[in-house]
């Protein structure tokens, strides 16, 4: 059965660093664009980036709240994406998503999530 | 930049059909996915690329989309059914995604 699990997820301050976790099986995660959407609490679902396959480059795209701050990356040999949160502000708190999909894509899988709290 | 518009609150009594909209300027020329979330758990893709249902989505869900609104229309409402939904798009140039603000369907 394919399965997307985040991890990494916990509490930090203002300022601080984070990098979430997403461990892919069931599928050839290579072959797939990967994206990260968050959902602050009692909020809609918000975009953060993808990250192309590596056949179409493997580069990304960010939201503009977090472009320069969050950096998407993977590594394909071991099937994980990852998130990388940096400069954290107290509006970025939220539970965050990975999916599977990128341009173009309706996102058939995701993640159960793992939040990230950031208070002082 | 490209915003995508649904109600808070749609309500619909058991049975019968509920209607949840999402509005943009020119949407039919984008293609529109659906989401379905229930508290505390990831969303589900219940809706592809305007109308096309996923496997394991009952019948009972189908999608359309023309002019300035795409709507999801869930037939023969359940309980189970009672969710957050959101649509979604992807904007110009087709590397940036958007997320309509979502609607809670409440099954009286």
């Known amino acids: 059965e394919a399965q997307l699990v985040e991890s990494g997820g916990g509490l930090v301050q203002p300022g601080q660093s984070l990098r979430l976790s997403c461990t892919v099986s069931g599928f050839n995660f290579g072959d797939y664009a990967m994206s990260w959407v968050r959902q602050a609490p009692g909020k809609g679902l918000e975009w953060v980036g993808f990250i192309r396959s590596k056949i179409y480059g493997g580069t990304t795209e960010y939201a503009a709240s977090v472009n320069g701050r969050f950096t998407i990356s993977r590594d394909d040999s071991k099937s994980i994406a990852y998130l990388q949160l940096t400069s954290l502000k107290t509006e970025d708190a939220a539970v965050y998503f990975c999916?599977?999909?990128?341009?173009?894509?309706?996102?058939?899988?995701w993640g159960q999530g793992t939040m990230v709290t950031v208070s002082s | 930049s490209y915003v995508l518009t649904q109600p808070p609150s749609v309500s619909v009594a058991p049975g019968k059909t509920a209607r949840i909209p999402c509005g943009g300027n020119?949407?039919?020329?984008?293609?529109v996915h659906w989401y379905q979330q229930k508290p505390g758990q990831a969303p589900v893709l219940v809706i592809s690329f305007d109308s096309d249902r996923p496997s394991g989505i009952p019948e009972r869900f189908s999608g359309s989309n023309s002019g300035n609104t795409a709507t999801l229309t869930i037939s023969r409402v359940e309980g189970g059914d009672e969710a957050d939904y959101y649509c979604?798009?992807?904007?110009?140039?087709?590397?940036?995604?958007?997320f309509g603000g979502g609607t809670k369907l409440t099954v009286l």
């Open positions: 020119n949407i039919v020329s984008y293609s």
């Open positions: 979604q798009l992807w904007g110009n140039y087709s590397d940036h995604l958007i």
């Open positions: 999916c599977r999909g990128g341009t173009g894509d309706a996102f058939d899988m």
